[in-house]
């Protein structure tokens, strides 16, 4: 096996500190990783946020891991752009969400990780790598548009509604289901 690939597998099974139930692959954190002509494995994150407290975590144990499995020279770099968006999380990622009671965001608008410019990454970057232009983002995506309607995870039933706009992570809102009467957390879309 290729080495990249066989850094690629490692780094692909960390699981999520804030979500165990899936691993940095399957919530599309894991932007990439190759190994330089000297040898070096980079991995590169991208958060779900620019502000994610767990990001600290992860690259960590993505380095941990990496080294363990005989790897000396490990970089983990954090991605900004393209930023992470709910899209990129894997099918078999929003299954592993329902099975544990989580709700997952929409369907995916495209599959697989967003088409990318650039990337911008917040720590240590070859000196030839050129920033992105600031992009501003909508507060609202879809300004008067119903947001979509989010099935309970643990009966299917679609008569729920929002708790709380945010639960135990900012990724998160609290829903509860009108039918089974359970609350839930809910992975918000993000576009």
């Given at each position: 096996m290729e080495r990249a690939e066989r850094a690629w597998r490692i780094a692909a099974e960390v699981p999520d500190p804030e979500l165990p139930m899936l691993t940095l692959a399957a919530l599309g954190v894991l932007h990439g990783v190759e190994v330089t002509p000297d040898g070096t494995v980079v991995a590169r994150l991208t958060p779900t946020y620019a502000g994610c407290p767990a990001v600290a975590e992860m690259r960590a144990e993505v380095a941990t891991r990496l080294r363990a499995a005989g790897f000396a020279d490990v970089r983990v770099v954090t991605v900004l752009d393209p930023p992470w968006t709910t899209d990129r999380i894997t099918d078999e990622g929003r299954r592993r969400l329902t099975e544990h009671g989580i709700a997952p965001p929409g369907p995916r608008?495209?599959?697989?990780?967003?088409?990318?410019?650039?990337?911008?990454?917040?720590?240590?970057?070859?000196?030839?790598?050129?920033?992105?232009?600031?992009?501003?983002?909508?507060?609202?995506?879809?300004?008067?548009?119903e947001p979509p309607a989010v099935a309970c995870p643990r009966c299917a039933s679609a008569d729920t509604e929002e708790l709380s706009h945010f639960a135990a992570t900012a990724c998160t809102a609290l829903r509860r289901c009108r039918t089974c009467l359970e609350p839930f957390p809910h992975v918000k879309d993000l576009p």
């Open positions: 608008r495209t599959p697989g990780p967003a088409a990318g410019r650039t990337w911008l990454s917040l720590t240590t970057a070859p000196a030839a790598q050129a920033q992105v232009p600031y992009q501003e983002l909508p507060l609202d995506p879809d300004p008067g548009q």
